[in-house]
Nanobody
Framework: VQLQACGGGLVQAGGCLRL?????????????VGWFRQAPGKEREFVAA????????YYADSVKGRFTTSRDNDKNTVYLQMYSLKPDDTAVYYC????????????????????WGQGTEVTVSS
């Protein structure tokens, strides 16, 4: 599965962005999708995830209430809508896909994901 994340950019604190993760070569509806981010000098961290059916979503505590992940299987795309962005959200954001059935304890583990996109950079200015 080839994944491509896009939609990053520069935004002021309090602003919003929508990231997209598109798949080619495979039907993304067969995969759970996670979002991770890595800030400069920090380890990669879990942000959000959505089951392949879209029935369940999972979020890191740091983004709950501000970020929403959703999917449009007709478009073979998963989205991460980000609101009320903070400077601490500045990072490169990656989407990843897995055939595993996502549950809360699995969704946040990067090792659960087999395929990764190239990342899109989000910069939030104060």
């Amino acid at each position: 599965v080839q994944l491509q994340a896009c939609g990053g950019g520069l935004v002021q604190a309090g602003g919003c962005l929508r990231l997209s993760c598109a798949a080619s070569g495979h039907t993304l509806s067969n995969y759970g999708v996670g979002w991770f981010r890595q800030a400069p000098g920090k380890e990669r961290e879990f942000v959000a995830a959505i089951r392949r059916t879209g029935g369940s979503t999972y979020y890191a505590d740091s983004v709950k209430g501000r970020f929403t992940t959703s999917r449009d299987n007709d478009k073979n795309t998963v989205y991460l809508q980000m609101y009320s962005l903070k400077p601490d959200d500045t990072a490169v954001y990656y989407c990843a896909a897995t055939r595993q059935w996502l549950i809360s304890t699995v969704s946040s583990q990067s090792s659960a994901y087999d395929y990764w996109g190239q990342g899109t950079e989000v910069t939030v200015s104060s």
